[in-house]
């Protein structure tokens, strides 16, 4: 069974910066993908950035060069380190992990709440 706990969400003013943590119940190298996704309320679930296990980064464009995405092999940690937040930046966001091998299976934790207001 694998289990994905997010933590680190709060309330922040535009500007500031959040780190959020993704703890997983297994050795993380198991995985050929994991990220971070993000859903406000009323709109669709999008992806915020993801890790490849070669260790390949990709961002969405509304958050380039403002998130950092990273992980912790020897801690089974993702984190997803947040810079310059804006109100359009509120949404509850969701660890992913990935993995193929004889099928695909994803794996969801349950979200953490991110809200970015004066």
């Known amino acids: 069974q694998v289990q994905l706990v997010e933590s680190g969400g709060d309330l922040v003013q535009p500007g500031g910066s959040l780190r959020l943590s993704c703890a997983a119940s297994?050795?993380?190298?198991?995985?050929?993908?994991m990220g971070w996704y993000r859903q406000a309320p009323g709109k669709e679930r999008e992806l915020v950035a993801d890790i490849t296990k070669s260790g390949f980064k990709n961002y969405a464009d509304s958050v380039k060069g403002r998130f950092t995405i990273s992980r912790d092999n020897a801690k089974n940690m993702l984190y997803l380190q947040m810079n310059s937040l804006k109100p359009e930046d509120t949404a509850v966001y969701y660890c992913?992990?990935?993995?193929?091998?004889?099928?695909?299976?994803?794996?969801w934790g349950q979200g953490t709440q991110v809200t970015v207001s004066s």
């Open positions: 297994s050795s993380i190298f198991i995985f050929n993908a």
């Open positions: 992913n992990a990935y993995i193929n091998l004889i099928n695909e299976r994803n794996f």
